[in-house]
C-alpha cells in the first residue's frame, strides 16, 4: 500500500494512475492513461508515492527492525567487533550515555594488532570525525556523550590534543556541549624540555537537554559550618547538606598504576570512578550506557554497579573482559561521596525537633457508618 504525502485531494484519475503505477511501469501507465512519462513522474514526487520512496521507506523498517533485533542480543554483553560494524549495527536514539575512552593514535600495541593504534594523522582525523557522527545518531534525545582523551601526534610528530580535534567536528553532528572535565593525574612521564602532562580531558556533549543528577559527583563542603551573612537566611547555614555543587575538575580520581588494585594489564585503562561518576551523573538507573572501546570493560563493571543496562564492544580483551565481570554485582547502597563526619555533626547540630498535630483519620468502618 502506497502512503500518500499531499495537501489537497487528488482527483479519481489521479488516483487510478498511482494505483496503476504501484505494479505496472512508467511506460505502461504512460500507454494505458495517454499520460507523459514527465506528468506521471510530477504526480509521484507531488505525493510521495515514488517506488523508489517506498523501497527506501521499506529498507528504513527493515533496517530499524533488525537493528532493535541485535540491540536486545547484545544487551549486557562485551561482544568483539570492529567499533564502525557495531555502531552501525545499532538502531537511531537507543542509548543514554555513550561513556568511554578513545584510542590516542600514538603506536600502543592492542592486543595482536600491532599497527591498530598508529594510523596517518589524517585517517585518524576521519576517525575521530566518523565516531562523532555515528555517536550522535545512536545517543537517545537527552543522552549524553562523555569521551575521555589525552593527546595525539600528528605525521611530523607534533603534539595536538584530542579534545581540539573533535570539539567542531561534534558539534557539526548536531550534539551540544556542556563539559570540558579535567581529569588530573599526579604522577607520569616527565619530558626534558616542556611541561609534565598531569591531566586528561573528557569532552561532555549533549543531545539536546540532558539528565543531570548533581549528587554523585558533589565533594565535601570545605567549610560545612559557613553561614548566610545577609538575607532572609542571615545566620542560617549557606552550604548544601549533600555537600558542594560538582566542578568540571575531577582531582580526585587517580590513575591505574602497575600496583594499582584496579590493574587489568590493559595497556590504557581509565579509572572505574571515572566512568562510575559520569554514568551515575548523566543517566538514570535501568538507562543503555554503552562503550564501543571496551578495553578493559570498566564501563560495563560501571554500568552494572550502578543498575543501568550495558552493551559495548572490542576487538580484543574478551577474556579479560568476561573474568571482571564475572563476579559483578549492583551496588545494594547509595553513596553520597559531599556528605563526611564534618557535614554529620554541623547538621545534626542545627537539627530541631518539630511537632506537627497529627490529621485524625476515621476508621473505614466509621466512615461508613457515618455514610449511613
Known amino acids: 500500500m502506497i502512503e500518500l504525502d499531499i495537501s489537497a485531494p487528488l482527483t479519481i484519475e489521479e488516483r487510478g494512475v498511482i494505483d496503476m503505477i504501484s505494479t505496472a511501469s512508467y511506460e505502461d501507465v504512460s500507454k494505458a492513461t495517454g499520460w507523459s512519462r514527465g506528468k506521471i513522474y510530477n504526480l509521484l514526487l507531488r505525493t510521495g508515492a515514488r517506488k523508489t520512496e517506498n523501497r527506501i521507506r521499506e529498507r528504513a523498517s527493515d533496517r530499524r527492525r533488525r537493528q532493535m533485533e541485535t540491540l536486545a542480543e547484545l544487551m549486557g554483553k562485551t561482544v568483539t567487533a570492529d567499533v564502525d560494524d557495531y555502531l552501525e549495527a545499532l538502531p537511531n536514539d537507543c542509548a543514554q550515555v555513550i561513556c568511554t575512552s578513545i584510542p590516542y593514535n600514538v603506536g600502543k ?136 555543587w560538582p566542578s568540571n575538575v575531577w582531582d580526585d580520581i587517580g590513575t591505574i598504576g602497575h600496583c594499582h588494585p584496579e590493574k587489568t594489564g590493559h595497556e590504557a585503562q581509565f579509572p572505574l570512578a571515572l566512568a562510575r561518576r559520569a554514568i551515575q551523573l548523566y543517566s538514570n538507573a535501568g538507562d543503555l550506557v554503552i562503550d564501543p572501546f571496551w578495553g578493559s570493560g570498566t564501563t560495563a563493571l560501571a554500568a552494572l554497579q550502578t543498575g543501568r543496562a550495558f552493551s559495548g564492544c572490542d576487538l580484543f580483551y574478551q577474556d579479560m573482559r568476561e573474568k571482571r565481570l564475572a563476579n559483578a554485582t549492583p551496588d545494594l547502597v547509595s553513596a553520597l561521596p559531599g556528605v563526611s563526619d564534618a557535614t554529620i555533626a554541623v547538621w545534626q547540630a542545627e537539627a530541631r525537633r518539630i511537632d506537627v498535630a497529627a490529621n485524625v483519620i476515621a476508621h473505614p468502618l466509621q466512615r461508613s457508618q457515618s455514610i449511613i
Open 109 to 244: 600495541t592492542y592486543g595482536d594488532a600491532v599497527n591498530a593504534d598508529a594510523l596517518p594523522h589524517l585517517l585518524y582525523l576521519a576517525f575521530l570525525i566518523r565516531f562523532s557522527a555515528m555517536a550522535s545518531r545512536v545517543l537517545s534525545s537527552g543522552g549524553v556523550l562523555f569521551v575521555q582523551m589525552g593527546s595525539t601526534k600528528d605525521d611530523d610528530g607534533a603534539l595536538i590534543p584530542i579534545d581540539t580535534m573533535m570539539f567542531d567536528w561534534l558539534r557539526k553532528a548536531k550534539l551540544t556541549f556542556q563539559s570540558r572535565v579535567i581529569w588530573t593525574a599526579p604522577h607520569g612521564l616527565t619530558p626534558k624540555r616542556r611541561l609534565a602532562e598531569r591531566y586528561e580531558t573528557a569532552l561532555v556533549f549533549s543531545k539536546g537537554e540532558p539528565i543531570f543528577h548533581a549528587t554523585p559527583a558533589r565533594r565535601p563542603q570545605k567549610q560545612p559550618d559557613k553561614r548566610a551573612y545577609k538575607g532572609p537566611n542571615r545566620g542560617a547555614l549557606s552550604g548544601h547538606p549533600l555537600g558542594a
